[in-house]
């Protein structure tokens, strides 16, 4: 009987996976211009050449609070631009500062318009974007730091190989 009742939880877990990814999503990242906390304006297209994060969080959440230290640490190394869905933005600033997260890249969604572009219906959601500007890895909720890492580089070799291999050079 163990046996089924872990057939079932694995089903039902891979069920709400694969649920929560349908509305992800694929092939080009869709283009965006928004205003950064702090006033600063900022284009997807301004990362092209590398490969980014896109990471779509919320302040209530809390796998959000459990991916925080891993967000941080990769955005000491590679193109990190946050997108946090709230309201009031002095808010969303006092919640960084005291969570140690100022320093972050931060487009607070007011509107829910960047969320719905790229589909995102549950917080957090990961996307990373290679230099040509195409989703390259997608995720629904907490994943670990060293599976980002990888993923951040293979889009990053992905995008040189391409460049290396393309019938123009």
């Known amino acids: 009987w163990w046996l089924i009742e872990l057939a079932v939880v694995i089903a039902l877990i891979m069920g709400v996976r ?23 304006s900022v284009q997807l297209m301004d990362y092209r050449g590398e490969p980014v994060l896109l990471y779509f969080w919320m302040p209530d959440c809390v796998s959000c609070r459990l991916q925080r230290s891993s967000i941080s640490t990769l955005a000491k190394n590679y193109s990190v631009l946050t997108i946090v869905s709230a309201e009031d933005e002095t808010v969303i600033q006092k919640y960084m500062t005291e969570n140690e997260m100022s320093d972050w890249p931060t487009i607070v969604d007011k509107s829910g318009d960047l969320h719905r572009m790229y589909g995102v219906m549950a ?9 040509e500007g195409l989703v390259r890895f997608k995720e629904v909720g907490i994943t670990s730091s060293w599976g980002l890492q990888l993923r951040l580089w293979l889009a990053g070799a992905g995008s040189r190989i391409a460049e290396e291999t393309s019938p123009e050079k």
């Open 18 to 40: 694969a649920w929560s990814h349908l509305s992800l999503v694929s092939g080009e990242a869709p283009a965006f211009e928004a205003e950064m906390i702090g006033g600063e």
């Open 123 to 131: 917080a957090p959601t990961l996307y990373i974007i290679d230099g």
